[in-house]
């Protein structure tokens, strides 16, 4: 017998868990999935084209895609240099910005979005000078809203990079540099497509929370159909006067996002 | 599953006197949770610390939001015992939900009034301003009373606005206004008058003006009906309605 047979699949009982941990196990995935029967029972299933047909809907769906895909682009622009100076480089302070840096992940979106109209309104610390000089206006714009999907996204690409960073081998980049590559020659050719895979990964939550972001919008951007009102404040809005509508708003961003896992479940969230 | 309305005049074996205590509040206890609509927040913060006061083992939770919200809230099932609502629409989606026909009571009424920041920045002077597309206006999104009475004033001046945002209730709409964000909003008198100095409030004409109503009933979910009772009859009761008064509502 070879020392791999040990423990191996080979033998029936190993692999087999708890009884309890198979029915809390059971008990948490129908907690997960329940919410969406809920959903799908409610549905109008009968107007659902006529509802999805609307111009509320495709207005939603348009600026959705519009900031969710703007505020990925803004925090891969914004958030790889971010994670590289935090993953490489030392100076005091830096656990502290590190800390700042990701704590839009778990301050409520709505606090976030309140912090950002005191920053970056029209009466804001750097929003007046902005609206003064060059007559910048984010409160209330589709613009807005780009800043309060990136604001709240941009942490979950920062800290994917930032890991991947750190566990690199960092002897490619020093080989290249004895090679006589420059480092912006060495950051572009050797260290982009070592983090590539995880950056991506980081990109595609990002994106997803951006997509789902609701407080910090309604709270800075205001909600105007066609320039500021995304799916989820669509939906919100919807539920208090016109429920059917906003079902079927729900159910467009269920299969969006449903789409987009089964996409990139074999690439970027691996499975056995 | 839908919340049931209960006969809160009906049930009521007894009245109140005119100090306002439920002459069957001896010995009321327990925790009553009302549903209550965002603009009535002061209002309903004042009389519930009153009816705590005269009642020590009551304890009031209140839930404030916008009327449709609450409304949606409660035809799904969300546990209030007593709903407030400042229109008479939202109100009637409850009522109609009930098995037992019931009227709720009236309890007071209010106007609406042009919110604008401390010092009129934009030198807004009535409803027309807000057709001018240089300036941000906000409203209370439509389905919530605020919005739907803001838009019928706006319709009775013959002014279509040029809408910078919906808000999804009067408090949202007055934190952005206070904030200097926006340039004028349309919200209740009161609002503008809870506000102390902190925003500026420009009178609309009678001739526009739209009378908002109040509206309050028990609901069947409720734990405790008598303790239910007793809340809206000091609600509706003289010493209720000095509070009211007090901060800018007008009597039923």
Redesign the interface.
């Known amino acids: 017998m070879t020392r791999r047979d040990i423990g191996s699949s080979s033998n029936p009982t190993a692999g087999r868990p708890p009884r309890f941990i198979v029915v809390i196990a059971a008990a948490a995935a129908i907690f997960v999935v329940l919410p969406l029967f809920g959903l799908l029972w409610r549905a109008p299933w009968s107007d659902l084209w006529s509802l999805l047909g609307r111009d509320v809907v495709w207005d939603a769906l348009r600026l959705s895609l519009i900031t969710s895909v703007s505020a990925t682009a803004a925090s891969i622009l914004m958030g790889v240099p971010l994670a590289w100076v935090l993953a490489r480089t030392s100076f005091p302070g830096r656990s502290l910005l590190r800390a700042l840096v990701l704590l839009p992940m778990i301050l409520p979106p709505v606090v976030g979005g309140a912090a950002l109209?005191?920053a970056l309104?029209?009466?804001g610390l750097v929003g007046e000078w902005l609206y003064d000089t060059f007559g910048i206006?984010l409160?209330?714009s589709t613009a807005g809203a780009i800043v309060a999907a990136t604001f709240v996204a941009m942490p979950f690409l920062v800290i994917s990079v930032e890991a991947a960073l750190r566990s690199v081998d960092r002897r490619y980049e020093e080989a290249a540099v004895t090679l006589g590559a420059s480092r912006w020659t060495v950051f572009r050719r050797v260290t982009l497509p070592m983090i590539a895979p995880s950056m991506a990964a980081g990109a595609a939550l990002c994106w997803a929370r951006a997509l789902g972001e609701f407080g910090a919008t309604?709270?800075f951007a205001?909600?105007?159909?066609g320039?500021?009102?995304t799916m989820p404040l669509a939906v919100?809005?919807a539920?208090?006067?016109?429920?059917g509508a906003a079902i079927a708003l729900s159910l467009v961003l269920v299969a969006i996002s449903l789409a987009v896992l089964v996409a990139l479940r074999d690439r970027w969230f691996a499975t056995p | 599953m839908f919340a049931v309305v209960i006969a809160s005049a009906a049930l009521a074996g007894c009245g109140d006197d005119d100090n306002g205590r439920a002459t069957s509040g001896e010995g009321l206890s327990g925790t009553l949770t009302v549903f209550a609509a965002a603009s009535l927040t002061d209002a309903f913060g004042a009389l519930s610390d009153m009816f705590e006061e005269q009642h020590p083992g009551v304890n009031i939770e209140i839930n404030f939001a916008g009327s449709s919200s609450l409304a949606g809230s409660i035809l799904e099932g969300a546990p209030a015992d007593v709903f407030a609502s400042a229109d008479e629409a939202n109100m009637r989606k409850v009522v109609d939900a009930a098995e037992s026909p019931v009227k709720p009571k009236l309890f007071a009424r209010n106007l609406l009034e042009i919110a604008v920041p401390k010092g009129n920045p934009a030198e807004v002077t009535g409803l027309g301003n807000f057709a001018d597309p240089y300036l941000l206006i906000g409203l209370c999104s439509e389905g919530v009373p605020c919005g739907n009475l803001a838009r019928q004033a706006l319709d009775k001046a013959g002014v279509s606005p040029a809408l910078d945002t919906n808000e999804p209730d009067v408090r949202a709409l007055l934190t952005k206004i206070e904030a200097g964000e926006l340039d004028a909003g349309i919200v209740y008198r009161t609002d503008v008058a809870a506000a102390g100095g902190a925003v500026g409030g420009v009178s609309i004409p009678r001739e526009h003006n739209v009378v908002a109503t109040y509206w309050i009933v028990g609901l069947t979910s409720a734990n405790d009906a008598e303790l239910a009772t007793a809340f809206i009859d000091f609600v509706v009761s003289n010493a209720g309605l000095e509070i009211l008064n007090k901060l800018g509502f007008l009597g039923p």
């Open positions: 109209l005191f309104g029209r009466r206006l409160p209330f309604i709270t205001g909600n105007l159909q320039r500021t009102q919100f809005l539920l208090e006067n016109d429920r």
